[in-house]
């Protein structure tokens, strides 16, 4: 399998990722310290800017993200929408996606502020099923500042396959600054396919 041999020879060559080690994929992901301040209504959820007919969408919060540095710091933010931003360093924040097997990724985009000087990176990382390091399947970088909410899509190895039996998925941020200006509301990931669902193949 040509992909198969892709991701073995770029798990420890993303840029950015290569000094993150990640869990086997049958473990859970960390649960937070805290509990997260609820949305203060259902409409001050960020909306996506449009779907794909017949695409199936998984949607995830800011709140979903940790960093994988165990030093690193982040807080809730809770003004308009809730997101998390990091308060102590610009390290990798990820969250543990899930997929069924043979489904077709086919988009992915993240729901951000970035009003401060810095370039944020975002991936759709691919990792050994067993863990260790991990490679960029897809990734976006975004240095424009602008107050309010961008929408940043992925681009990269998509489509991809999904193949659980050799690898993991993550989604992953790095901010490029800190604070309150620095924030990721969430993320939304579209396939197609997958066994359990209609057209598989």
Same mark, same amino acid.
């Not at 240095?143 to 193949?163: A, F, R």
């Not at 600054?177 to 066994?195: S, V």
């Given at each position: ?38 949305? #203060?209504? =259902? +409409?001050? *959820? ?8 017949? $695409?199936?969408?998984? !949607?995830? /919060? ?73 490679? #960029?399947? =897809? +990734?976006? *970088? ?8 961008? $929408?940043?899509?992925? !681009?990269? /190895? ?44």
């Amino acid at each position: 399998n040509s992909r198969r041999g892709w991701l073995k020879s770029t798990l420890t060559a993303g840029a950015g990722l290569a000094a993150f080690s990640f869990p086997a994929t049958s473990e859970a992901q960390t649960t937070p310290s805290s509990v997260p301040p609820p949305l #203060a209504h =259902a +409409s001050q *959820t960020p909306k996506p800017d449009s779907v794909t007919p017949g $695409t199936t969408y998984i !949607s995830f /919060s800011g709140l979903d993200f940790r960093p994988a540095a165990s030093a690193a710091t982040f807080d809730w933010a809770s003004t308009n929408y809730c997101g998390i931003y990091p308060l102590s360093s610009a390290t990798l924040y990820t969250t543990k996606l899930f997929l069924p097997e043979r489904a077709k990724i086919t988009e992915l985009e993240f729901y951000v502020k970035h009003n401060i000087a810095g370039t944020d990176v975002y991936y759709l990382i691919g990792t050994s099923a067993t863990g260790g390091s991990g490679g #960029a399947i =897809a +990734s976006a *970088t975004l240095s424009t500042v602008n107050s309010g909410i961008q $929408t940043v899509p992925l !681009s990269g /190895s998509l489509p991809w396959i999904v193949d659980n039996s050799s690898t993991g998925f993550y989604l992953g941020w790095i901010p490029g600054n800190t604070g309150l200006n620095e924030i990721l509301y969430g993320a939304r990931i579209g396939y197609t396919g997958g066994i359990g669902r209609f057209q598989a193949n």
